[in-house]
């Protein structure tokens, strides 16, 4: 075969240093579903790999019908549980043949509707909708926006609560709410702060419905929701307003979130009260750094890198069992919420 050509090797140049037709080379590498001879195959793909040639996503797409793309959308890719649930679906996709994309919402709706429209014109495999959706106007259009890849051949998989039409792969996370209230109360406690985010975000409001029936059914009392935020600095506000106003010894104080619960942590180190003996404080996800923390945290174990990966499957299987169960989530008690007499 001839030295590589200048420049970027096009599709007309693999197929003249195979030797075969440019229908038989873009047959071969754009994903046809129309068969070739494997004598040809084999010496196209040589011939792309001489040229060092690559594929185009948009060719291929047009193909198939859908490109080698799966797209993640998540609220904040530095927050570690989502870096957490981005490598299970980097495995899962990996696996699959896949490549990810990843958008970034902030958790803004009008935001999560306009990356979705962008990533259906890229006519992805799949898309994986790892951002809570709030209820409300903006979450109607973006149903809309999902529907209509749908249409276009991607298959649209939601993380969390069970949403019509759609694959879903979730955890159950009002009962691990549940469970962790219950736990609390079965510790002594009888009296909760929750530092929560605003209303009408299903998967923290599935925490704070839980939580609030697991603590309250075992005769503990929800002094107080607060609505902060997602972050460890709206955790760290939150606590710094729970100390101002005189927060009791004996509480304890549950972040929505591990990120939100090590802020909680953090003010209350810096304010001179102990965490744990003076007052607990239980967050949600067990992420890394929950463990690490001085006490450990005290929290609800979600397996994100398995939700990731599961939720890959759920774009490349062909059939899939829509009343397949949540995964499991633990409690895990540690340092921070210790027994109290």
Known sequence: ??????GAATLHDVAREAGVSLATASRVLNGSTRKVAESYRERVEAAAEILGYTANLSAQATARGTSAVVGLVVADIADPAFGQLAAGVARGAEEAGLVVTIAVTGRD??????????????????????????????AADLQTELEALSGTGGRVVVLGRRSPGLRTVGT?????????GATLA?????????????????TFDDRVTGFTEGFTRQGGAILEVRRAGFTRDAGY?????LIETGVAAGTVVVGIRDVVAIGIMSALREAGREVGPDVAVAGF????SAQDAAPGLTTVRVPLDELGYRAVRA??????????????VE???RGSTPPRA
């Open 1 to 6: 075969m001839h030295a590589p050509a200048r």
């Open 172 to 180: 159950d996370e009002r009962a691990g709410a549940a469970e962790l």
């Open 237 to 241: 506000a939150s606590a710094q307003g």
């Open 186 to 202: 079965s510790l002594g406690y009888r009296e909760a702060v929750i530092v929560a985010a605003d209303e009408g975000i299903r």
């Open 285 to 288: 996800d067990d992420i890394a």
């Open 331 to 333: 409690v895990i008690v």
């Open 315 to 328: 774009v490349v299987e062909p059939e899939w069992d829509a009343a397949s169960p949540p995964l499991p």
């Open 109 to 138: 709706p009008q935001r999560e509707v306009a990356v979705v429209r962008a990533l259906r014109g890229q006519r992805p495999r799949g898309l994986i909708l790892g951002a809570s959706r709030t209820e409300g106007p903006d």
